[in-house]
């Protein structure tokens, strides 16, 4: 229904950061809310974070709390993940998702998702 790309991924000192971002294609992009998700190797895929349609209403997984932030900007098509502080038990696939309704943080509410961008964080 709508694709997007993530990127901002890469190799990072434990307690750095890395802004990650997410495009989406075509013109309902408001009509979306938000989120994003990660999977470390032999992990479940675990909510990171999700934003309301509107950008107004945010929320996060417990152990990122603090220190990660969502937001969007709607004209461009884009969410953010700015993510300080980070832990080497953090590495993973972070993935970028939509969902057409309000927010939620359970996957499989999400219908469209992108193809991830992988976050190292070196100890």
């Known amino acids: 229904q709508v694709q997007l790309v993530e990127s901002g991924g890469g190799l990072v000192q434990a307690g750095g950061s890395l802004r990650l971002s997410c495009v989406a294609s075509?013109?309902?992009?408001?009509?979306?809310?938000m989120g994003w998700f990660r999977q470390a190797p032999g992990k479940e895929r675990e909510f990171v974070a999700a934003i309301s349609r509107s950008g107004i209403m945010t929320y996060y997984a417990d152990f990122v709390k603090g220190r990660f932030t969502i937001s969007r900007d709607n004209a461009k098509n884009t969410v953010y993940l700015q993510m300080n502080s980070l832990k080497p038990e953090e590495t993973a696939v972070y993935y970028c998702?939509?969902?057409?309704?309000?927010?939620?943080?359970?996957?499989?509410?999400?219908?469209?998702w992108g193809q991830g961008t992988q976050v190292t964080v070196s100890s």
């Open positions: 075509g013109r309902s992009f408001r009509t979306y809310s």
């Open positions: 998702a939509a969902r057409d309704g309000s927010s939620s943080s359970r996957p499989d509410d999400f219908g469209s």
